[in-house]
């Protein structure tokens, strides 16, 4: 697991109690999330132009896929993505779970397959970028999510996070998180609820910037995704 935050081992050891301005850090945050999707917007119209062209030639169905998740305070809302999968994800996945006991453990534990027989050519190369994430921005200028907190989770994970879910609805969730540049999908679950707690007990603008700079390189050198 990479420790490049010095997430230093033991969360749970002398834990400090959740920040008395946790209000007024949320506050900063919104205003930082705004200024910095303004001051790129030119470059990511750009791209979202090109991505979606791209996904209507390389397979049939529309561009953006939209899941039902978990936010603050434990609200819904609908996370946005580019599409990565075949039209009958859902039919493609259950036949093979059905026909794969480990496949079916792999999905149990981590909810993501290495080799996902849903997600279509175009689709892969997007999901190791992490581009296929860019319309989260929506969701983020929507006030449902910023750009850096825990990842949002569907109803089946809140079991997985126990106690931990109370610190996981503190705050939005984000489109990039300690998840993503401590190790993203080659850590175990527990760990990665270990850093969404984490981030929510000291979360701050020095913790902020620094997910933000480490997320550049992660991406660039793929770690972890699939």
Not at 168 to 185: D, M
Not at 188 to 193: C, D, E, F, M, P
Request: net charge positive.
């Amino acid at each position: 697991m990479n420790r490049n935050l010095d997430f230093s081992s033991h969360t749970r050891m002398a834990p400090r109690g959740l920040d008395r301005n946790l209000l007024s850090k949320d506050r900063l945050a919104r205003i930082l999330d705004i200024s910095l999707i303004l001051l790129a917007a030119p470059y990511m119209l750009l791209a979202f132009l090109i991505i979606a062209i791209a996904i209507k030639i390389d397979a049939p169905g529309p561009v953006f896929y939209r899941q039902a998740r978990i936010g603050r305070s434990g609200r819904k809302f609908h996370v946005f993505k580019f599409r990565t999968m075949v039209q009958n994800a859902d039919q493609v996945l259950q036949n093979h779970l059905d026909k794969s006991p480990q496949l079916r453990a792999e999905w149990i534990t981590t909810h993501k397959l290495k080799q996902d027989p849903r997600v279509t050519r175009l689709g892969s190369i997007l999901r190791k970028s992490s581009l296929d994430e860019l319309p989260q921005l929506y969701n983020i200028l929507r006030g449902e999510m910023s750009l850096v907190g825990p990842r949002p989770i569907v109803d089946a994970e809140i079991e997985k996070y126990g106690k931990c879910f109370g610190f996981y609805v503190q705050v939005r969730p984000g489109l990039t998180g300690l998840w993503q540049v401590s190790g993203r999908n080659d850590t175990t679950y527990k760990q990665r609820v270990e850093l969404d707690e984490y981030y929510v007990r000291n979360r701050g603008l020095k913790l902020y910037f620094q997910i933000l700079w480490k997320t550049v390189f992660v991406v660039l050198r793929k770690d972890g995704a699939y």
